[in-house]
């Protein structure tokens, strides 16, 4: 023995721990660091790019060409689902099963909410369409955000087709839990079969391998959904065999298998946590010792946390009070923070409003008055103030609903990808069974409002949409001869109206021009142009406010029963009847707009009929205008403006308007006849709006607001534009007295009532009346709102008309 080795071995062996124990507390340090790091940014793209959500509460599923269309908004932040407060303009569309628009309109938010209508023309083609509404922040995130929902529209101006063949295909989808099969690890397999509608079906199934030897047999357990386990094996190939009720055989592949990577196996089966296993085979030479597993609920973070693999495998612990209701995204990332399996959870919700709705009786004549109470409360039965919308329309086998609600909308299919099959079904807490296929439907319809690439890297999301927080946004493009798009133009939009707005915008380095709308509502004309004194060559191109983005989603087959044809007609006539002798009762609601001019308060303003008439304008300005003083140069006219601010003239000329139009040829406004304008105003200083500079307004008015036959610039671009809808107030005839009950004017409506704008008390009560009409039968009350905080529910009540008086 050589004498102090075993001194030095020891030594060493003990370096050699302290070496490995400093490596390993540096790699946890670096794998703790990465995870806070992501949850960084995280939450840096969660406050950046907030999400709004919308949920239209639409009075019907069905009507007739000559019917109107009553909506309501109800639009909430992305996260808490709380009313949303930044966007100030919702977008309404009509789609075909094309998705052409048929019907647009624009409508005002204030608060989160909003209200309005669609009148239903004869043009439009009998079939099932596409309702769907968005902001414009929400067309950043793509078209599968925006709210949807299937109407059908019946056009009985035109041949009925009825009883509709129908093709018989289905369709199967198969998703891996996780999203990704391995061979050699076992797997959880969700499916999905449905018929050409979309509808699940009843079936049997069976996963044969190329032998054709059966290696496991499958059946749905709620609307063709359900899952089943597999292992795939090396060098095996597989296919699914779908046997429908009918006994057709259907084949379809199952998703590939990859040589490496990770599965996932969500075990719900406690109370209190829900345990995650993470299995996983990588190639050789990979880093695969830690995994890190992120819960985020509405991109609120919930969970995040490091786990050590061994032997490939893991069981991850989540608390599911640490979940918050609703759904949650479960994320894997790889040593290298690559996302490798991504599951979805749903967590029952128990924040709901119970609506109930009472009327004074079960029975009522025609004509008569119901008298129906609101009373809302919470889970825990304390009544709550809400704001709610109620439709009351008669119940029949036309009747169509389409199992969305504002519940079930904002907490479950809004989250989720494709169509949701009786969606009400899942948010019924008390029944055993619904745990289990809600788990379902999240591994078959799994989406992420996000990219993963958008979050960790480290450029900003492209953002083409500002959110509309002061009123409609007009967006346009700027070009010249030879160039997609130019920049630095200083352009004008105007609106011919009593309230006069001018607005300028500069074009971008991609030629984009916004102009911010303020009272904007109605058709409108607006004229965009540019200083044609400065720059005559330069185009404006007014894009389209609406998406021209599309989601998947599918319109189902329109199809009627031909037993359907009597209440199609009655219904029909009844319609006629009620467009003859009401069509003009449903008033328009006045929006009390602002009439002053956007530079407020004129310095000077005249009345020319209060003067004595002059047949020259230049002389209108000499006599009787003493701010402005008028020259004439080689290149024209010119208007020189007093500055009473700083006692000086300005070195242009100010802005010139007609009938708020801004007229750059001052040789025009000169040859125009001075006997056509009532009203002369005059700014004498100068004043600043966005872009403008304005070295004082002269601004001349018409009698009629029409320019009085004034030409304007051809380059300018005219064109008719639909503003923020005009509200139309929902007509209820009052039958107070026997004589009005007694009048021989008809009244054939089907929808009784609506009422967009509910608002309960503190003791969340509301007594709302309307009168019954001339058509007998059973009529359903459908109510739904949500509170301040963001707590919705919906309640339905009925009642029947009868012809007796009562």
């Known amino acids: 023995m050589i004498p102090g080795s075993s001194t030095t071995i020891k030594k060493i062996s003990l370096l050699s721990v302290l070496i490995v124990l400093c490596v390993v507390h540096f790699n946890a340090s670096a794998q703790q660091a990465a995870l806070d790091t992501l949850t960084k940014k995280f939450n840096n793209y969660r406050s950046t790019y907030a999400t709004e959500k919308i949920y239209a509460h639409i009075d019907q599923q069905l009507y007739l060409t000559g019917e109107t269309l009553w909506f309501k908004i109800y639009l909430v932040d992305g996260s808490l689902h709380k009313p949303a407060e930044v966007s100030k303009v919702g977008y309404v569309e009509i789609l075909d099963n094309n998705n052409h628009p048929v019907l647009q309109t624009k409508v005002s938010l204030k608060d989160g909410r909003g209200n309005g209508s669609l009148f239903l023309p004869a043009v439009i083609e009998g079939g099932n369409y596409t309702f769907r509404a968005y902001t414009s922040w929400m067309k ?6 925006f709210f949807h929902s299937n109407v059908s529209i019946i056009n009985t101006f035109k041949k009925l087709d009825l009883d509709k063949s129908n093709a018989q295909k289905i369709d199967a989808q198969f998703f891996p839990e996780g999203g990704n099969l391995v061979y050699g690890l076992k797997s959880k397999i969700a499916f999905r079969v449905t018929n050409a509608q979309g509808v699940g079906i009843s079936f049997s199934g069976a996963i044969v391998d190329q032998q054709n030897d059966t290696v496991t047999t499958f059946q749905p357990a709620k609307f063709g959904i359900g899952n089943f386990y597999l292992t795939p094996e090396q060098g095996k190939e597989y296919r699914a065999i779908v046997d429908d009720e009918q ?19 969500a075990n719900d089966s406690t109370e209190n946590e829900v345990a995650l296993k993470i299995d996983s085979r990588v190639n050789e030479g990979s880093k695969g010792s830690v995994v890190y597993v992120f819960v985020h609920t509405r991109n609120m973070v919930a969970s995040a946390s490091m786990n050590f693999l061994k032997d490939g495998r893991t069981t991850v612990l989540i608390p599911k009070r640490n979940l918050r209701e609703g759904i949650s995204h479960i994320t894997v990332f790889d040593s290298d923070m690559r996302p490798v399996a991504e599951r979805l959870y749903f967590k029952q919700i128990t924040k709901r409003l119970t609506v109930e709705v009472t009327s004074n009786q079960r029975e009522f004549g025609i004509r008569r008055k119901v008298s129906l109470d609101l009373n809302v409360k919470d889970a825990e039965g304390q009544p709550q103030t809400s704001d709610l919308s109620l439709a009351v329309y008669k119940a029949d086998s036309l009747t169509r609903k389409s199992g969305n609600n504002i519940l079930n909308y904002l907490w479950l299919t809004s989250d989720l990808k494709g169509n949701v099959e009786s969606p009400e079904y899942y948010l019924n807490h008390s029944d055993p069974e619904v745990r289990l296929n809600v788990d379902n439907l999240m591994l078959t319809h799994g989406w992420r409002r996000f990219t993963w690439n958008d979050v960790l890297s480290k450029s900003s999301l492209k953002v083409d949409f500002v959110p509309e927080y002061r009123g409609h946004i007009i967006r346009g493009k700027v070009s010249r001869p030879g160039e997609k798009a130019t920049s630095g133009v200083l352009t004008y939009l105007s609106a011919p109206a009593r309230n006069i707005q001018v607005y300028g915008s500069t074009s971008t380095d991609n030629g984009d021009v916004k102009y911010e709308m303020k009272d904007f509502s109605g058709p409108r004309k607006i004229i965009v142009q540019t200083n ?49 002798f009401y069509q003009d009762r449903n008033k328009i609601v006045a929006s009390g707009v602002d009439t002053t001019a ?3 308060k004129a310095d000077a303003m005249y009345y020319l009929d209060d003067y004595t008439r002059f047949p020259v304008m230049e002389e209108i300005l000499r006599e009787y205008v003493p701010g402005v003083m008028v020259r004439k140069r080689r290149d024209g006219f010119h208007f020189l403006m007093l500055d009473e601010v700083n006692r000086k003239v300005f070195d242009e000329d100010p802005l010139v308007l007609l009938d708020g139009i801004p007229i750059f040829d001052i040789d025009k406004i000169m040859e ?5 304008v009532r009203k002369l105003e005059v700014l004498t200083r100068r004043y600043y709006m966005g872009v403008l500079s304005l070295p004082g307004v002269v601004s001349f008015t018409t009698y009629a607001g029409d320019l009085a036959g004034f030409q304007l610039n051809p380059r300018s671009v005219q064109l008719n534009y639909d503003g923020l809808q005009l509200q139309r107030e929902f007509y209820s005839p009052l039958y107070e007295t026997s004589k009005l009950r007694d009048s021989r004017l008809p009244d054939q409506r089907q929808l009784l009532f609506w009422a967009p704008e509910v608002i309960t008390g503190k003791d969340g ?11 007998t039968g059973d009529y359903e009350v459908v109510v739904e709102g949500m509170t301040s905080q963001g707590v919705s529910g919906k309640g339905t009540g009925s009642f029947a008309v009868r012809p007796y008086e009562n």
């Open 140 to 145: 950043n995130f793509g078209p599968e955000y």
């Open 247 to 265: 006994k057709r055989r259907n084949t379809f592949k199952l998703p590939s298998i990859n040589e490496s990577g990770y599965v996932m196996l």
């Open 598 to 600: 956007f530079y407020g």
């Open 765 to 775: 009560k509301k007594h709302v009346e309307f009168f019954t009409s001339d058509i």
């Open 532 to 580: 044609t004194n400065r720059d005559s060559i330069s185009t404006i191109e007014i894009m389209s406010p609406f998406s021209d983005r599309f989601g998947p989603q599918r319109v189902p087959a329109f199809k009627l029963a031909k037993t359907l044809e009597p209440l199609i007609i009655s219904r029909s006539i009844g319609m006629q009847v009620q467009d003859v």
């Open 672 to 676: 125009f006849n001075p006997l056509n």
